[in-house]
T-cell receptor, first 111, second 115 residues
Framework: GDSVTQMEGPVTLSEEAFLTINCTYTATGYPSLFWYVQYPGEGLQLLLKATKADDKGSNKGFEATYRKETTSFHLEKGSVQVSDSAVYFCALTQAGTALIFGKGTTLSVSS | SAVISQKPSRDICQRGTSLTIQCQVDSQVTMMFWYRQQPGQSLTLIATANQGSEATYESGFVIDKFPISRPNLTFSTLTVSNMSPEDSSIYLC????????????FGPGTRLLVL
């Protein structure tokens, strides 16, 4: 079945450092890909998405590019802030079915 | 996006009791889902809430334990029945707004602790 694999956390960075969180997927067909973020004590917020190969999703300085050839959707940000500290989930869906999530990566940014 | 609210936001319950969680959306949506997030874990789909018919449950989840209702296109409930400490989790509803759409928006979650 379809699956999502994220890099293990936690990821600990200093403010203004460059962030990469790796995400790869296994899927039949052509899934849509998402990054969600969960701040402490809150629900999930959609961060960005991409629906087809080579699409780049972006929001709040975060970016991810849908790479079909490497089945990847890595999340990047050029300069992280303390307020970016959260748990990040990579996920996929096919044809409006339920989301399949990765295990989540905890990001901790210190000043 | 959609404005999604859940009630209650958190609760502490005794084992053997049941809790009903409500999910309300500010506009009609095509699909509604219920997920569980156990402590420190990722999200697992419990079921798809179908409007006017029985929910579709994922493997490992049954209607007797997690009865779901969806009487209209803006509202759904999830009941956690005969609770045990293992049911302590965050329960989240999500919605897809448009037919053919694939983006899911999540409610704020209900944090449940069973003693």
């Amino acid at each position: 079945g379809d699956s999502v694999t994220q890099m293990e956390g936690p990821v600990t960075l200093s403010e203004e450092a460059f962030l990469t969180i790796n995400c790869t997927y296994t899927a039949t067909g052509y899934p849509s890909l998402f990054w969600y973020v969960q701040y402490p004590g809150e629900g999930l917020q959609l961060l960005l998405k991409a629906t087809k190969a080579d699409d780049k999703g972006s929001n709040k300085g975060f970016e991810a590019t849908y790479r079909k050839e490497t089945t990847s959707f890595h999340l990047e940000k050029g300069s992280v802030q303390v307020s970016d500290s959260a748990v990040y989930f990579c996920a996929l869906t096919q044809a409006g079915t339920a989301l399949i999530f990765g295990k989540g990566t905890t990001l901790s940014v210190s000043s | 996006s959609a404005v999604i609210s859940q009630k209650p936001s958190r609760d502490i319950c005794q084992r053997g009791t049941s809790l009903t969680i409500q999910c309300q959306v500010d506009s009609q949506v095509t699909m509604m889902f219920w997920y569980r997030q156990q402590p420190g874990q990722s999200l697992t789909l419990i079921a798809t809430a179908n409007q006017g018919s029985e929910a579709t449950y994922e493997s490992g989840f049954v209607i007797d334990k997690f009865p779901i209702s969806r009487p209209n296109l803006t509202f759904s409930t999830l009941t956690v029945s005969n609770m045990s400490p293992e049911d302590s989790s965050i329960y989240l509803c999500s919605v897809v707004r448009d037919s053919g759409g694939q983006t899911q928006y999540f409610g704020p979650g209900t944090r449940l602790l069973v003693l």
